[in-house]
DNA sequence: CCAACTATATCGCATTACGATAATTCTCAA
DNA sequence: TTGAGAATTATCGTAATGCGATATAGTTGG
C-alpha cells in the first residue's frame, strides 16, 4: 500500500527551486552557444540527436522521439535545417515513408566546436549538479 | 598554458545526446504537470523561484535573475500571473522602485502538488542522471 | 485488394521572449 | 540641494515556434 510521502518543507522548496535554477542555467549557457552559430537551441538538440545516432538510422520520427516533439513540429524543425544546408534528406530505401536525416560538413563542423564547449560546461557543472541531486533522498 | 582538450568520438556525441535527452524528459516531464494545473513551464518556474525565497523578498528582478531572462520579461511573465491571481504585487517599502512578489494561496496549493511530484521524479531520475554524469571526466 | 495504420508534410493560430522605448524612483557628487 | 545618471519596472510591436487539424503517400494484414 502507498503511504503518502513527507510533507514538503522550506528547504524542499528551496532545493528544487535550485535544482531548477541549475538546469536553467545549463541551458541559457547551451543557447548563447548555439546562439552563437546561428542555431536555435532545438536546431542543436536535433542536430545533435542526429549525431549521437547510428548513421544512416536517424529519421523524423527519431528526432521527434528524442526531442519529445510531435511528429509535425518534427518535420518542421527538420525543414529549416534543411533550407539552412545543414542536413539532408533522403528516402529511407526499405520504407519509402520513412525520411532518413544526414548531416552535412558544416552541421558537423557546427556541432564538433558546441560539443566541445558543452563537455567542457558540464564537466565544470557535474559537482554542482551531483550536490543539488544529492539534496534529494 | 592551455592544451586543447581531447578530441570528440562518437562516444562523446552520444554521451551528450544522452545527457540533454535525459533533461529534455525531465522538462517534458514538467511542462506536462504544469499544464494539468494549467500554468506554463515559466510561469512554474516563476512561482517555484518566488517560494524557494526568503517572504517579501523576491521582486521582479530576482525572477529574471533566476529564470535567466530580460527584467522586463519578467515583468510580462509576472503580469500574466498577476491577472491568474497567483500572485500579489507590492511595492517594496525602502525603495519604491522594486515590486514585491507575493504568492497567494491558490499558488501555494498548486506550487505544493507540483513540487510533490517533482521531488519524487527527480528521485526516481537521480540513478540516471548519476550515471549520465559520469559519463563525462 | 482494400481498410486500417504509419510516417511525413502543410496551414493557420496562439503563445512568449525580445528589442526599443518610456516612466518612476533612487543615488551621489558638485 | 540639485541635477545627471543609474536602477527598476512597464508597454508595445515583432518574430519565432510548437501545436491542432488536416492532408498525402506508403505499408501491411486479412
New interface residues.
Partial sequence: MSRR?AP?HDS???A??????A??????FSETKAAEVGLTPRQH?AL??I???APGQATIGYVAE???LKPHSASELVDRLDAMGLIIRQTAAGDRRKTILVLTNQANAL??AL??S???E??RL?PL??DL?NR??
Same sequence: chains 1, 2.
Avoid: M, N, P, V
Fill in positions: 510521502s514538503l524542499d522548496y528551496a528544487l527551486a535550485d535544482f531548477r535554477a538546469l536553467r542555467g545549463f541551458t541559457a538538440q545533435l540527436a549525431r549521437g545516432k528524442r526531442l519529445i556541432l564538433a560539443s566541445a558543452h563537455r567542457e558540464i564537466r557535474k549538479l551531483l541531486l534529494f533522498g
